[in-house]
């Protein structure tokens, strides 16, 4: 069987893994120069620190089939992604916890009586927190909410708090312990050559051709057995009920000689601050000695025609049109829409290949019972 992969990011790679390995003919295309999507990795050319490309990417997960999957082709080695904040003419540690309570608050409290202080300030009376805004104010009260939250969410997603969900909030933890490791899996680490490297090894198969620098169109669904569609949903039926909206980034880079600011990621809580954070690549590679720094500071905006989709925003408007367009895409028959921006979701790494895996497997096996004996 002939099958194509549109996408050369995590989606496209495994599930084209997967295919090749059980003996199909499988094609990977992508618009872009090169291949692992929005989790590219490259050495600066002028640093030679390896940057993360579209954002900073940090693998972590519960699932061990996952990790045990991502170590078979490249090595990991161990990182801990510890962020920083700054606000209000302070450096404070990230997720809140119990340091980040004790110096906001000038005290110095105990587990039991951090909770307690903190329970005294959230707004009990909210039981069953709808928006980001009330999430915070019932968990963290007003001045957390304030410090580290209503700007920083302000600015990440261009509206109020008060119009976005709860389960955005939801990510992050608040600890009443001085653990500030802003993960709370099982595994993590940063692949010791990049993400890019990683995805090179899983499309490295004799069955698997790959096609940089090459759009797939619609109407290139006839010429094989089966799509899987990594690409936007809304793109590929041009837009036809209009654009699903998606925050993009715009990153200003400059370098520095020596340490910029001593971790790899540093949150800017307040609106005054016109960028979300400032992320130091170097420290994503803390085995590796480099002089020279580069650094980005990242501004998120509404995502336009021509920019490149980060962040999803599904809110109710959003969350119709995509139904729409999720009908539309039931009734093209040889076309399965995958990832996150076939699917219209916020996914992490670990996320999209179990989804991955599990696709490709739930296809070989209803194709196989489909074959005549
Ligand atoms: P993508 O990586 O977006 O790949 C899709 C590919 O399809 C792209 O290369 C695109 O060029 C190509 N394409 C689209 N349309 C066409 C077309 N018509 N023809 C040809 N090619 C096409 N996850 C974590 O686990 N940890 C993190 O720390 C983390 N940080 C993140 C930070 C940011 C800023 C963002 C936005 C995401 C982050 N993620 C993180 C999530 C991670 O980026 C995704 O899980 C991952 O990129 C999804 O892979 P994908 O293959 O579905 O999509
Ligand atoms: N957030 C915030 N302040 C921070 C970090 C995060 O207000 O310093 C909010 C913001 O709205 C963000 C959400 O919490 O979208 C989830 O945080 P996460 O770190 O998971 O953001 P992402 O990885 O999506 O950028």
């Given at each position: 069987m002939k099958y194509c992969l549109v996408g050369a990011g995590f989606s496209g790679a495994v599930i084209g893994r997967e295919l090749a390995e059980a003996g199909h003919e499988v094609t990977v295309v992508d618009e872009?120069?090169?291949?692992?999507?929005?989790?590219h990795t490259e050495r600066d050319a002028e640093t030679g620190v390896m940057v993360h490309t579209y954002g900073p990417h940090i693998f972590h997960t519960d699932d061990q089939e996952v990790w045990e999957y991502v170590n078979r082709f490249t090595a990991f080695k161990p990182y801990v992604n510890r962020v920083k904040a700054t606000s209000r003419g302070q450096v404070f540690s990230l997720p809140i916890n119990l340091h980040t309570i004790n110096q906001f608050f000038g005290k110095t409290m105990r587990p039991d009586e951090a909770r307690n202080f903190i329970e005294a300030q959230?707004?009990?009376?909210?039981?069953?927190?709808?928006?980001f805004e009330e999430q915070a104010l019932r968990f963290v009260g007003p001045e957390l909410y304030e410090a580290f939250f209503k700007g920083y969410t302000q600015k990440q997603w261009?509206?109020?708090?008060?119009?976005?969900?709860?389960s955005i909030l939801k990510r992050l933890p608040v600890r009443f312990n001085y653990n500030d490791n802003y993960f709370f899996h099982r595994y993590q680490g940063m692949p010791e050559h990049g993400y890019t490297r990683l995805v090179e090894g899983i499309l490295d198969h004799p069955n698997i051709v790959v096609q940089l620098n090459t759009r797939f169109e619609r109407?290139?669904?006839?010429?094989?057995?089966h799509v899987f569609f990594s690409g936007p949903l809304d793109g590929f039926f041009d837009y036809k009920l209009g654009r699903l909206g998606y925050r993009t980034l715009d990153f200003e880079r400059f370098t520095y000689q020596g340490?910029?600011?001593?971790?790899a990621v540093m949150n800017y809580g307040?609106?005054?601050?016109?960028?979300?954070r400032i992320t130091e690549h170097k420290h994503f590679s803390p085995w590796e000695e480099h002089e020279g720094s580069i650094c980005y500071r990242e501004y998120s905006r509404f995502c336009e025609v021509d920019d490149i989709p980060y962040y999803p925003i599904r809110l109710v408007k959003e969350k119709a049109l995509l139904s729409d367009y999720v009908a539309k895409a039931q009734q093209v028959k040889n076309v399965t829409f995958v990832g996150r921006l076939g699917t219209y979701r916020y996914l992490d790494m670990d996320v999209t290949i179990r989804e991955a895996l599990d696709t490709a497997r739930d296809f070989l096996n209803c194709n196989e019972n489909q074959q005549p004996v």
């Open positions: 872009r120069s090169h291949i692992a999507g929005n989790c959230a707004d009990m009376s909210i039981e069953n927190p709808l928006t261009g509206c109020h708090p008060s119009e976005l969900p709860a109407n290139q669904a006839a010429d094989f057995d340490d910029y600011q001593g971790c307040e609106e005054s601050v016109p960028y979300t």
